[in-house]
């Protein structure tokens, strides 16, 4: 007798085991669409600093890609186990509480260092370089006197790599 699968009840149960899941899992839908943001918004960043474009994809490593995605998952799970436990002790407000503190906090991360892979991208940008210092919290470095000697140096760097 030959075995077959039959993937119309494969889908039926993979959507009755997941329904009741995400339906629990609902009220974190929100930072879960913010941390996924995030995360392309430093992907982004990470593929301009690597100099990969839609033309050039010379520089793309998917181990490095790969390495992204696991640290996204493991963000999602530490947000989806706290959620769970603390909503299971009763808890709905601290849970989300919760939740959007640790979201907050891996955003953060994120915008960081995809500001950071930016500023790599394009060094000459001052724009760039005060988002990233004021994002930081820091401010001295945010400022004029600090910037300039920083743009003179990367413009003779640049200078001397265009004359190699």
Do not use: Q
């Not at 301009?48 to 890609?65: Q, V």
Request: charged letters at 20%.
């Amino acid at each position: 007798m030959e075995k077959m699968i039959n993937w119309e009840h494969l889908r039926l149960l993979v959507i009755s085991f997941c329904s009741p899941l995400l339906g629990y899992l609902t009220p974190t839908k929100g930072f879960i669409v913010a941390l996924t943001i995030a995360f392309g918004f430093n992907i982004f960043a990470g593929l301009r600093a690597d100099g990969i474009s839609i033309t050039c994809c010379e520089n793309f490593r998917m181990r490095k890609f790969l390495h992204a995605l696991t640290e996204l998952g493991v963000y999602l799970v530490v947000l989806l186990n706290v959620f769970t436990v603390l909503r299971l002790c009763g808890d709905e407000d601290a849970a989300v509480f919760a939740v959007k503190s640790i979201t907050y906090i891996c955003i953060y991360v994120y915008m960081c260092n995809g500001l950071r892979n930016l500023i790599a991208a394009y060094p000459l940008s001052v724009a760039l370089r005060v988002v990233y210092y004021i994002v930081r919290f820091e401010f001295t470095r945010a400022m004029p006197s600090h910037w300039k000697p920083i743009i003179e140096r990367m413009g003779k760097e640049i200078d001397t790599h265009k004359n190699d």
